[in-house]
């Protein structure tokens, strides 16, 4: 970051169609972490540099809204990188600009810093690259004696250029206008008519030393077809695991365990194999998160327990020393501190008490077709198995459901509640069943 008479700037383009990936999707809304590709490299700029513009192409309508409120400018005409890099040089600032690409997605901000301090450290121009096993169709970058010559596509390299394993990464970073200057003298003269971003090296060479900042292949490598993004998930999920473990997470089976980038996982949390966090998972200190179980867009509170095999769709929230078990769905639901779900159950748009125990096979009817209705259960209620509340319904605290009801009226505080054929209400027996059962354990 700099003062705002000089701020730094980051250019990101991204309007490739994504066509290796046999997409209509444009190439940057490719999903890594349950996050648009681009977003990855916007949080990321972010911390490094003080504006970001993204370079879009013509009808990325989406792509335009997944980015807001950052900068846009279109480029009309996909004729190459340096000329998607022109389209955005009325928003370069007057400081130091970088060009990165979204199809990039990993890069870290450290790798960022570095690639300014270079630039900062006295060079005309400062770029990645990175040794990869297999170069490829990688373009070469050529140096003479460390400094930087120029960089070669592929395509046009001779069979001498081709066998250097430095590699270009795409990222570059110079000054405002430098750049402007460069970007307005590129030419098309190479085997595929385009204005190529990396022939302002060689411009740059002759204003002053281009160096290399090398980075790691799995930082580095783009994303441009299914099996790179597969690829590139893959690295992602390594950094997110060894980033939850050193937090003090407990993963049985790293390997198996796939989170979302804003996933938070306090210390102390224990997650078994073949879990899956979606976007909007926070689970708090002490929990276990049991095998094969789903999670997304919900909160699971301290030493709660998940699973095995539960789901937690959106809007849910396990509270404290709650218990959700195997074969059980909660859907914007609201389970209070040590209230239990543990079997087969699907409860959805619920506000459930603490205390209180869902049997197995219970059903909350939310959907009658057109409206969601909400369903409420007070505290230390007993919901007896294979029961139906049909909502809106209400069941007061310390009430009985008996076993295969179908609740469709409100049950008062401490009732018991039988709809097996017809719903029928035994004024405040349901607290004396439950009392008369406490006092007839404590009696062994």
């Known amino acids: 970051m700099t003062d705002s008479t000089h701020r730094t700037t980051a250019i990101i383009l991204a309007a490739g169609l994504g066509t290796r990936m046999k997409s209509r999707l444009p190439k940057a809304l490719h999903r890594l972490g349950n996050q648009p590709m ?3 490299l916007i949080t990321t700029a972010r911390k490094v540099f003080d504006d970001v513009v993204v370079v879009t192409g013509p009808d990325m309508p989406e792509l335009e809204k997944a980015v807001r409120p950052f900068k846009t400018v279109t480029q009309i005409e996909r ?3 340096a000329h998607a890099a022109n389209t955005a040089r009325n928003l370069f600032g007057n400081g130091d600009v970088a060009i990165l690409y979204a199809d990039n997605p990993l890069i870290t901000a450290e790798t960022m810093q570095r690639l300014l301090a270079a630039r900062r450290e006295g060079a005309s121009l400062a770029l990645l690259g990175m040794r990869p096993a297999e170069p490829g169709r990688y373009g070469r970058i050529v140096e003479d004696h460390g400094r930087v010559v120029k960089i070669v596509e592929f ?4 069979e001498e250029e081709r066998r ?3 590699c270009n990464a795409g990222v570059m970073c110079a000054g405002a206008d430098d750049f402007r200057t460069w970007l307005a003298d590129v030419g098309n003269d190479n085997a595929q008519g385009e204005y190529y971003l990396t022939d302002v090296v060689e411009m740059a060479a002759k204003a002053g030393p281009v160096v290399c900042v090398e980075a790691p292949e799995a930082e580095l490598a783009g994303v441009n077809s299914r099996s790179e993004l597969a690829r590139a998930e893959a690295t992602l999920q390594t950094r997110l695991r060894n980033a ?8 049985v089976a790293p390997e198996t365990v796939f989170l979302s980038t804003d996933t938070i996982i306090e210390a102390d ?3 078994e194999p073949n879990v899956f966090f979606g976007p909007g998972v926070r689970v708090r200190s002490g929990a276990l998160i049991r095998a094969f179980s789903h999670l997304e867009g919900c909160e ?4 709660a327990m998940i699973g095995p095999y539960a789901r937690l769709r959106p809007g849910t929230l396990c509270a404290a020393q709650t218990h959700v078990g195997n074969f059980v769905e909660l859907k914007n639901v609201e389970l209070g501190e040590g209230a239990k779900a543990n079997h087969l159950t699907y409860l959805g748009d619920a506000s459930i008490g603490s205390g209180t125990n869902v049997g197995a096979g219970t059903i909350t009817c939310n959907y009658d077709g057109v409206f969601k209705h909400r369903t409420t259960i007070g505290e230390r209620v007993f919901v007896g198995s294979d029961s139906i509340l049909v909502a809106p319904v209400t069941v007061g605290n310390d009430a009985l459901i008996a076993a295969g009801s179908v609740i469709t009226n409100d049950v008062p505080p401490g009732d018991l509640a039988l709809g097996r054929a017809r719903q029928t209400l035994k004024s405040g027996q349901g607290l004396q069943i439950k009392q008369s059962l406490k006092a007839r354990k404590e009696q062994g």
Not at 155 to 158: Q, R, V
Not at 246 to 251: C, E, H, I, N, R
């Open 79 to 81: 004729l190459g990188t």
């Open 155 to 158: 395509k046009d390299a001779t």
């Open 164 to 166: 250097l394993t430095l």
């Open 38 to 40: 681009i977003n990855h």
């Open 244 to 251: 939850a473990m050193d937090a003090g997470v407990t993963l």
């Open 300 to 303: 699971v509170g301290e030493s």
């Open 269 to 271: 949390v224990t997650v």
